[in-house]
């Protein structure tokens, strides 16, 4: 059971070869059992849980069940979900219980997906190895020592463990992708835009997006099928006719499959920095990828060692204001014992929120204060710009470019928390992604030492269509997505 894919579930209930509650039933019993080892879930309900499952039966016999009726999925603990514990992994919210639905958890009900429950995941997203949780940190199922990757650390963890066939998760500067290649699955981060913000707990407004954790790459289109679409809620979401990312995924090519292809190699991705071990198994990925037709050249992104510095005056800037509303007056944790009014402001944001949180808050007020804001943050959005124009000008010799996700496999939990500039390095082939808007997408190309390596693969706007047929023609000629982590394998 464990070795299907979202999509083999899909057509199995469509068959009413296996119904919801059994399957919401066995993904249950397999969070119950091994959770505990990897502290992927922080808020379950299986009551609800079980009562969309049969709902989603009635609804499949009634033959009106749509692509994913009856499957169920895990939810990063960033979106919020009607009468579900919203946390974002923060004390300040541990206690907030969502009076509505985010637009990705409202599109996914009228779907009939089953909510298996909420992933743990860096405080307010904030993170690149799943340790900044008020819940604690979550292991990768790899090996438990390690870190599965973070923000989107739970949702990559469960997947990877087989404790749900799919999660949704964020990506701010590589939380979907960057937790994915760690954890050995796949993840699509879209275009800026194209998955609402609305009802997704914000970290940095220009950066953040919703996109897909799953095995496959056809999963993960899947998913963004269901997921994508304008919203009027969100004034960030892009309004364009809807898509079908599947739509390259299910055509027969005879020959080379990816014949014409061109792959740009940036000779930033290639250079110092990179674990041998992540180089050789991305050197054998872009071999696979050249016999399926593909041709590759050289190409540089000058700017993309700015991406990190960028990304962190810009991010913090938005966060610091993101976060001023969580002040111990409206909702969320505050502080028991207080003087005045500051005094309760002061102990409520000191106490409710962790280190890293508080290290970003601060490092945002101060770039966006009178008489820095011209010499940090403006000059760190002309950065950006940059960024950006290096990627416009490589996608004019290119169709998508390509290189490892991550510098290093997963490093031992608490390994880098003592030195955060030496974290915030493990995104550095991510970030530029971001800061450009770009959609971006990682998938397992094989092991170093025992621990996955993920491959990744950037596009043009839009693109995640052709970035999704790349990685299923890949997954086609391979079988490094099939792989799943043995002390995990138990009914």
């Not at 404790?163 to 937790?179: E, K, N, V, Y």
Request: net charge negative; hydrophobic share 40%; proline share 5%.
């Amino acid at each position: 059971m464990i070795a299907r894919t979202l999509r083999e579930f899909s057509r199995a209930l469509e068959k009413r070869e296996i119904s919801s509650i059994e399957l919401t039933r066995f993904y249950l019993d397999r969070i119950e059992r091994y959770n505990p080892k990897l502290n992927a879930f922080i808020t379950l309900d299986p009551e609800r849980s079980l009562a969309q499952a049969k709902e989603a039966d009635a609804r499949i016999a009634a033959g009106r069940a749509e692509a994913l009726t009856g499957v169920p999925l895990a939810q990063k603990d960033i979106f919020c979900a009607r009468g579900w514990r919203t946390s974002c992994a923060s004390r300040m919210l541990a206690d907030f219980v969502s009076p509505y639905d985010s637009t990705v958890v409202e599109r996914f009900n009228a779907e009939g997906v089953v909510l298996l429950g909420k992933t743990n995941m860096d405080e307010f997203a904030m993170g690149s190895s799943n340790e900044n949780s008020y819940f604690g940190p979550v292991r990768n199922p790899w090996d438990t020592d390690r870190v599965p990757g973070g923000s989107s650390g739970g949702s990559a963890a469960a997947v990877a463990a087989s404790l749900a066939p799919a999660a949704t998760a964020t990506d701010t500067g590589g939380s979907i992708r960057q937790p994915s290649a760690l954890s050995g699955v796949t993840g699509i981060k879209p275009t800026y835009g194209i998955v609402s913000r609305y009802g997704m707990i914000a970290f940095a407004s220009s950066l953040d997006q919703g996109g897909p954790i799953a095995w496959t790459a056809e999963d993960c289109a899947l998913l963004l099928n269901a997921m994508s679409g304008f919203d009027e809620r969100d004034s960030t979401s892009l309004d364009r006719p809807k898509e079908d990312y599947l739509r390259e995924l299910s055509s027969e090519k005879g020959g080379k499959p990816l014949a014409g292809l061109k792959i740009g190699l940036p000779k930033e991705f290639f250079g110092e920095g990179c674990e041998r071990g992540v180089m050789d198994r991305a050197m054998e990925a872009l071999a696979v990828y050249r016999e399926l037709g593909a041709r590759t050249v050289e190409i540089s992104l000058p700017n993309m060692e700015l991406s990190i510095p960028a990304y962190y005056v810009i991010a913090p800037a938005e966060a610091s204001s993101n976060l001023s509303r969580y002040d111990g007056v409206r909702y969320g944790y505050r502080a028991p014992e207080y003087g005045d009014i500051d005094d309760m402001y002061g102990k409520t944001r000191s106490q409710g929120f962790g280190a890293e949180v508080r290290r970003r808050i601060l490092i945002g007020t101060y770039v966006l204060s009178h008489g820095y804001y011209d010499a940090y943050y403006l000059q760190a959005q002309r950065v950006r710009r940059l960024i950006a124009n290096d990627f416009s000008a490589a996608f004019e010799c290119c169709d998508i470019i390509a290189g490892p996700t991550t510098p290093t496999t997963a490093f031992r939990i608490g390994e880098k928390t003592a030195d955060p500039v030496r974290m915030y390095l493990s995104d550095i082939y991510t970030i530029a992604v971001n800061l450009a808007g770009l959609p971006g997408l990682s998938h397992p190309c094989g092991f170093s030492e025992g621990l996955p390596v993920g491959f990744q693969l950037i596009g043009g706007y839009f693109s995640e269509a052709r970035l999704l047929e790349a990685a299923h023609r890949f997954q086609q000629a391979t079988d490094w997505h099939l792989c799943r982590p043995t002390a995990f394998d138990g009914v």
